[in-house]
């Protein structure tokens, strides 16, 4: 049995880094995960992850996704 005290690390390497554009922004600075390029035998439910600060990490697959180099996200 696990000890309940026992806290999961969240520093496990990402399984992949999508870079994406401001174009690729939707809203007030989030992609969605999964992306349209993931096969759908492997889709978990959709969310949305802030990049205005450069990068975010999905919490269903760990996929990062950080905006390019030189790329800036205009807010409303």
Known sequence: MADPGLIMSTSAAPKSVVEVTAADVQGPGVVFCPNPKQT???????????????????????????????????GH
């Not at 492997?42 to 905006?67: E, N």
């Open 40 to 74: 759908l035998w492997s889709a978990h439910p959709r969310v949305y992850i802030d990049v205005t600060h450069g990068d975010g990490q999905c919490p269903y697959c760990g996929t990062v996704y950080k905006l390019k180099a030189g790329e800036k996200v205009h």
